[in-house]
Structures are given as structure tokens and as C-alpha cells.
């Protein structure tokens, strides 16, 4: 491309420097030595791998973006990328490194350095058939060749925020899932507590119609219906992790929905920088703008995570009343129907995840630190708040099995006294076998993840929309 004068115009990160270096110019002779030099200098993250599935998902959505045809790239990388994923070659990228801005510049440049021809002993690592090979091995053994490097290559490998993106999207699919189990696990502790039903009642959830509150209220009707373990005292009222169950629960669902909404726009969003568009003479226009700032991602992730330290902590409550003497009525002490220290410990360790929740809840989007000798002087941090999602889900998810497991035990001593279960409760009711607590808690956890315990108890009451749908 030309300028006014007819010489070759600016464009950044194709013939002038990079970040505080972007008004150097660069001779065209040495672009692509510029591009390599950008994927090895910023090859500089640290610490624990990212999981194989955060990897994948990250090269696919940086494939979707750049096919948008505004990078100004290599055509070949897209299908590079592709086929790496369709053989199972995947880069080996640390977790941490990036600030989200601009993009994720560190974990994509681990990325490239498998996807891009150099030397072997800098093309970065990968796996490949259950081995950890170098990347330029991996690549050769599955029969994919790199691709030569161009002027803006690097740059469109490395400016966006797909990483980012794919944690969030992760756990954002997870907590779909772990929201309809939590709901399970409230219902099976309302029968085990004999809970007063009038909570639920939909006139009155309509006099405050929180969609997430409707959805909640409508759930846990649906799973408790035909059981004669609530309402069976003359109780007026519970404590408020039964009785307002579906303000908070529903809450967060609007939480997780919310968060939806930018990582949607996300997935299929071009992050570069500069983009390339063209004009109505049918010219091409290179604007340098900020579409890699990961606010917008960072934002949902905090909301995200805000939402499942609520959800683990007032099932956390509930756990808590079922397995306190003073607070759970009839029930065996500690759920040990022939006594001893029964669930004891699982309350403590619900604490302690409850603890870390809430640790982690604070907004890692309002921690800016200047990067780039303060050219990239407010960044998003949005890779952190998306990690630290990730790990809610974890921890979070722990804390519903512990729910799951006492409220199981509560509603079987119900059982065991004549009591009937609702449709949904009854398919839903924890059969763990032997093990520690430990073990059970892992099993249980395990069974939320993959979606098995929800399928239980769909088949039995028909599938009810999480906060993801419609």
C-alpha cells in the first residue's frame, strides 16, 4: 500500500515496530524476520499448562476470526489451525502471561511458534498421540507443514483475545449445567428439612418476577412434585437458604445469562489489530483500533464468578443446617443414623471452597496495570477474571456434590420413615457406594461435570431449561 507521497505507507506491525515501537519503520526486506522476532519475544508465559480442551477451543476461535477476512494474514494459517485440530496436534501454552490486552499476546504466541516454520529447538512444544514433542516433530509426524512466516502474520496470530474467550466460554457452558444441578441438590435438601413449599407458590414469585427467580421457583415445584416430605410440619416459614432459594439461585442465573451475552458477541468477533476494510472505490482502508481489549470478556467472567461464590455459598447454608443437630429437626446427628462422626468434616471443607469463592470474587477487570512502557496503558486483565472462572466452576461444583451427598442422606432416613419423594428428587437421589468423603465428594463432582446426574433426572421429569436456553 501507498501514501500521499508514493511511498510505501505505515502500517502497523507490518513495516513499523510493535507498541511503544510502532512509529520505527521497518525495511520491507526484513518484515517477516519482524513477525518471527514477535512470536519469540513474546513467547514469555509461565506456569501451569492450560487444559488440552482451553487449547483447542482457543485455535479454533482464532481460526473462526481470522477466515473473517480482516487480518490481512496468511490464508494458510486458518487451515493450518484446523488441521491441527482435526489431528490432534495441540501447542503446549502456560497459563499465565497475559493481561487481555492486547490480547492475549503471550499464550498465542506459544501458539505460533508450533504453527509457524523456524528452527526446531524454538518451535515451542506440542502433543501429539499422548507425547509431548517438540512443535515442529509434532507437526511433522502428523503430516502438517508449518507455514512460512509473512509481514503481518505474527501479529494476526497474536492480537486477540481467543484465549481468553475460550476459558470464559468454558465455564460458562459449565455453570449452565452446574446451576440445574444446584437446583436438584436445593430441592432434595427442602425434602430432607420438611421445607415449607408457600416460598415457591408462583402468585407469589409473580408479585417479583426476577426471571431467574420464576425459573427457579418453577424447577424446584417441578422436582418436588408428588412428594409428601415438604410441607409435612407445622413450620410457617424456613431460614432463608430454603425460603429465599429462588431470589439468590435465580440471581444467579441472571448472572450466568448476563455473562452470555459479550461472550456470544465474542466467539465470533474479529480481535485484530490493525483490520483491513475496504472502501467504497473499492481500495482498501488499514485502521489501527482497540477491538483486542478484553474488557468486555473480563467483565463477564467477574460477573460470572460473583454469581457461582453465591451459589456455592448458600448451598454452603444448607449443607450446614443438615448436618447441625440444633438446626435440622429430626434428623440422625451429623446424618449417622447409627451415630459416630457421619458427615462431619464435609461442612468444614464446604467452608473452606466457600472461603476461596469469595476470595476470588474480587473483579480482576478493576486491577489495570500499565504494560508496553505504558503504550498499552490501561489493560483489561480479562485472562486472569477467565481463569479464575474456571477454577469457580471447580470449586463451586464441589460444594453442590457436598449439597448433594448430605441432602441424599437426609432424604433417605425421610424414605426410611414412610416419606415419598418428588419425581425429580427421587431420580436425583445420590447412590455414591464406599470410598472416603473425599472419594464420594469426587464422584459426585464428576457426575455434575459430565451431565450424567442431570440426565437421571431429566428422563424422569423432562428436561427443564437452564439459564443458557431461550
Request: charged share 20%.
Amino acid at each position: 500500500m501507498l501514501g500521499p507521497d508514493g511511498q510505501p505507507a505505515a502500517v502497523y506491525g507490518v513495516n513499523t515496530g510493535f507498541g511503544s515501537l510502532a512509529r520505527v519503520r521497518i525495511p520491507e526486506a526484513r518484515a517477516g524476520e519482524l513477525s518471527m522476532n514477535l512470536i519469540r519475544s513474546h513467547a514469555a508465559g509461565v506456569g501451569e499448562p492450560l487444559d488440552t480442551e482451553v487449547v483447542r477451543a482457543a485455535m479454533l476461535l482464532r481460526a473462526n476470526a481470522l477466515a473473517c477476512g480482516r487480518s490481512g494474514c496468511e490464508p494458510r494459517i486458518v487451515a493450518t489451525l484446523l488441521a491441527m485440530l482435526a489431528r490432534g496436534v495441540t501447542p503446549e501454552v502456560p497459563s499465565r502471561g497475559s493481561c487481555g490486552s492486547s490480547g492475549d499476546l503471550a499464550p498465542l504466541s506459544h501458539l505460533g511458534l508450533v504453527v509457524f516454520e523456524g528452527p526446531e529447538d524454538a518451535s515451542g512444544w506440542a502433543w501429539f498421540g499422548g507425547e509431548r514433542l517438540r512443535g515442529a516433530e509434532a507437526m511433522w509426524r502428523a503430516g502438517i507443514h508449518r507455514v512460512p512466516i509473512g509481514p503481518k502474520d505474527a501479529l494476526a496470530m497474536t492480537n486477540g483475545a481467543q484465549v481468553t474467550t475460550a476459558l470464559a466460554a468454558l465455564a460458562l457452558f459449565d455453570a449452565d449445567r452446574l446451576v440445574r444441578s444446584a437446583e436438584v441438590a436445593a430441592a432434595l435438601t427442602f425434602e430432607a428439612l420438611q421445607g415449607v413449599t408457600h416460598a415457591l407458590d408462583p402468585r407469589v414469585i409473580a408479585l417479583r418476577p426476577h426471571r431467574g427467580a420464576v425459573e427457579v421457583a418453577s424447577a424446584l415445584r417441578r422436582l418436588l412434585a408428588g412428594s409428601t416430605c415438604v410441607d409435612a410440619t407445622d413450620g410457617v416459614q424456613d431460614a432463608y437458604s430454603l425460603r429465599c432459594a429462588p431470589q439468590v439461585m435465580g440471581a444467579v442465573r441472571d448472572a450466568v445469562r448476563a455473562s452470555a451475552t459479550p461472550i456470544d458477541v465474542e466467539l465470533n468477533a474479529v480481535t485484530d489489530n490493525p483490520v483491513f476494510l475496504t472502501n467504497d472505490a473499492g481500495g482498501i482502508d488499514v485502521r489501527s483500533a482497540g477491538l483486542f481489549h478484553g474488557e468486555p470478556v473480563g467483565f463477564a467472567a467477574d460477573h460470572l464468578r460473583l454469581g457461582l461464590a453465591e451459589l456455592a455459598a448458600i448451598a454452603e447454608r444448607r449443607v450446614a443446617r443438615l448436618t447441625t443437630a440444633l438446626l435440622h429437626g429430626d434428623l440422625p446427628a451429623l446424618l449417622s443414623p447409627k451415630g459416630g462422626l457421619g458427615l462431619l468434616m464435609v461442612q468444614p471443607t464446604a467452608a473452606a471452597l466457600v472461603n476461596a469463592l469469595r476470595q476470588s470474587a474480587w473483579p480482576a477487570s478493576a486491577d489495570s496495570s500499565p504494560t508496553c512502557e505504558d503504550q498499552e496503558d490501561h489493560v483489561a486483565m480479562s485472562t486472569t477474571a477467565a481463569l479464575k472462572a474456571r477454577e469457580a466452576i471447580a470449586h463451586a461444583r464441589h460444594v453442590v456434590a457436598i449439597e448433594w451427598l448430605t441432602a441424599s442422606a437426609g432424604a433417605r432416613f425421610r424414605l426410611a420413615h414412610g416419606g415419598t419423594l418428588g419425581a425429580g428428587t427421587a431420580a436425583g437421589l445420590a447412590d455414591v457406594g464406599g470410598g472416603t468423603l473425599s472419594q464420594q465428594i469426587g464422584a459426585l463432582s464428576d457426575r455434575i461435570a459430565d451431565g450424567s446426574w442431570l440426565g437421571r433426572v431429566d428422563g424422569a421429569v423432562g428436561r427443564w431449561d437452564g439459564p443458557l436456553d431461550a
